[in-house]
């Protein structure tokens, strides 16, 4: 199983410019999560999907904040325009259903943005 | 959801046991605890998991309080690839998401 796959896995973009991140979950998995780590607030979960709806974006911060996922196998997180304190490390994780305890949750390995 | 207090850092050596703290005084009943893990530079990989029984698996055990305001993830043998952030999270039946608190910086030495 290759994991959950994530690009590009360093970005370096300007002010202003537009950030494409991509994410691909693990085959079979319903639930898409997208999660944002800085040193001053840590991992924070942004939006997460079930069946390629989007359940939950309350953690988007604001309105240059977009994600979207037009199959089960894909999902991006767009910012436009982007900013330096957007600059973190984007997590996108997938799980399955099925377990009452709650299903693991994987993760993929991030993608590094830095925005100057 | 239930807030957990850890601590920031602890240390280990190499091939010692290490038993990481977690306080949930505010768990409700339906969650379970979950453990997950962040080594360097990579995302978080999930440890272990459980309800009120204690539980073991290949990479740890998980101690939890008779009360279940409070658990214990133990690392039988630390190795210095177990150098990572510990997160403690209660997490309810019917939720399906994973909310991080700031975990505990484990350090390995040789």
């Known amino acids: 199983d290759a994991g959950v796959i994530q690009s590009p896995r360093h970005e370096v973009t300007e002010m202003g410019q537009e950030v494409t991140l991509r994410c691909k979950p693990i085959?079979?998995?319903?639930?898409l999560f997208w999660y944002r780590q800085t040193m001053m607030r840590g991992l924070e979960l942004l939006i997460y999907f079930n069946n390629n709806v989007p359940i939950d974006d309350s953690g988007m911060p604001e309105d240059r904040f977009s994600a979207k996922m037009p199959n089960a196998s894909f999902s991006t997180l767009k910012i436009q325009p982007s900013e330096p304190r957007d600059s973190a490390v984007y997590f996108c994780?997938?799980?399955?259903?099925?377990?009452?305890?709650?299903?693991?949750?994987?993760f993929g390995e991030g993608s590094w943005l830095t925005v100057v | 959801d239930a807030k957990t207090t850890q601590p920031n850092s602890m240390e280990s050596n190499e091939e010692e046991p290490v038993h990481l703290p977690c306080n949930h005084s505010t768990i409700s009943g339906t969650d379970y605890i979950h453990w997950y893990r962040q080594l360097p530079s990579q995302g978080p990989e999930y440890v272990i998991h459980g309800l009120t029984s204690n539980v073991n698996n290949r990479m740890a055990s998980l101690a939890i309080a008779e009360d279940r305001k409070s658990s214990t993830l133990i690392l039988h043998r630390a190795t210095l690839r177990d150098a990572a952030v510990y997160y403690c999270?209660?997490?309810?039946?019917?939720?399906?998401?994973?909310?991080f608190g700031t975990g505990t910086r484990l350090q390995v030495f040789p």
């Open positions: 999270i209660p997490r309810s039946y019917n939720t399906d998401k994973l909310i």
């Open positions: 085959s079979g998995h319903d639930y």
């Open positions: 994780a997938s799980s399955g259903t099925g377990a009452f305890s709650g299903n693991t949750i994987y």
